[in-house]
């Protein structure tokens, strides 16, 4: 085993740990009908899951993991920090509990590099929060990753702390 692939295991195993030890909702099972064998559950489109413990479209305002939708990289990184593993995992179950939701990752890089250099890195980071979301019990199909390379800052100055808050990936929800 290679050291990448030791530190892909490792991430692995903290995103895990951190997604059970960081649940802060239980999902119950829904009654089975056993006429039938079938699970029934009924979720109205504006008030949100029956489920105890699940999310619903008004906690993408209310809850505080959840309002965090910013996801930063160290210079020239792709590879998530441990720090944002948290944010990922309540996004993760919210894709979960919400499954008509959808959700776009829109990855980003500071000035340094050729355009075509960073476009390819700020594809990278959004793959990367999408493949963690994935790890954390999101779905593939409802998740968008897209690439803004340099071109959409958030800040202009040419220092390392505004290059900092322009290496990021941004969660935003085109369906809740």
Same mark, same amino acid.
């Given at each position: 085993?290679?050291?990448?692939?030791?530190?892909?295991?490792?991430?692995?195993?903290? $995103?895990?740990?951190?997604? $059970?030890?960081?649940?802060?909702?239980?999902?119950?099972?829904?009654?089975? +009908?056993?006429?039938?064998?079938?699970? @029934?559950?009924?979720?109205?489109? !504006?008030?949100?899951?029956?489920?105890?413990?699940?999310?619903?479209? %008004?906690?993408? #305002?209310?809850?505080?993991?959840?309002?965090?939708?910013?996801?930063?990289?160290?210079? #020239?990184? +792709? @590879?998530?920090?441990?720090?944002? =593993?948290?944010?990922?995992?309540?996004?993760?179950?919210?894709?979960? +509990?919400?499954? &008509?939701?959808?959700? @776009?990752? #829109?990855?980003?890089? !500071?000035?340094?590099? *050729?355009? +075509?250099? %960073? $476009?390819?890195?700020?594809?990278?980071?959004? =793959?990367?929060?999408?493949?963690? $979301?994935?790890?954390?019990?999101? *779905?593939?199909? =409802?998740?968008?990753? %897209? &690439?803004?390379?340099?071109?959409?800052?958030?800040?202009?100055?040419?220092?390392?702390?505004?290059? *900092?808050? %322009?290496?990021?990936?941004?969660?935003?929800?085109?369906?809740?």
């Amino acid at each position: 085993m290679n050291a990448s692939s030791a530190s892909k295991l490792l991430i692995v195993a903290a $995103m895990c740990t951190l997604a $059970m030890a960081c649940s802060k909702k239980v999902k119950e099972t829904p009654p089975v +009908d056993t006429t039938t064998g079938t699970t @029934t559950t009924t979720v109205p489109a !504006d008030t949100g899951p029956t489920v105890a413990g699940a999310y619903g479209p %008004n906690d993408l #305002d209310s809850d505080a993991c959840l309002r965090q939708r910013i996801v930063y990289f160290d210079l #020239d990184q +792709d @590879t998530l920090k441990p720090e944002f =593993q948290t944010i990922v995992n309540c996004h993760a179950k919210y894709l979960r +509990d919400r499954p &008509s939701s959808r959700m @776009t990752l #829109d990855g980003h890089a !500071d000035e340094r590099g *050729s355009r +075509d250099y %960073n $476009m390819a890195l700020a594809e990278r980071r959004a =793959q990367a929060v999408s493949s963690a $979301m994935q790890a954390a019990g999101g *779905s593939a199909s =409802q998740l968008t990753p %897209n &690439s803004y390379g340099e071109e959409k800052p958030v800040c202009t100055e040419s220092n390392e702390g505004c290059w *900092s808050k %322009n290496r990021r990936v941004e969660i935003s929800y085109s369906a809740r």
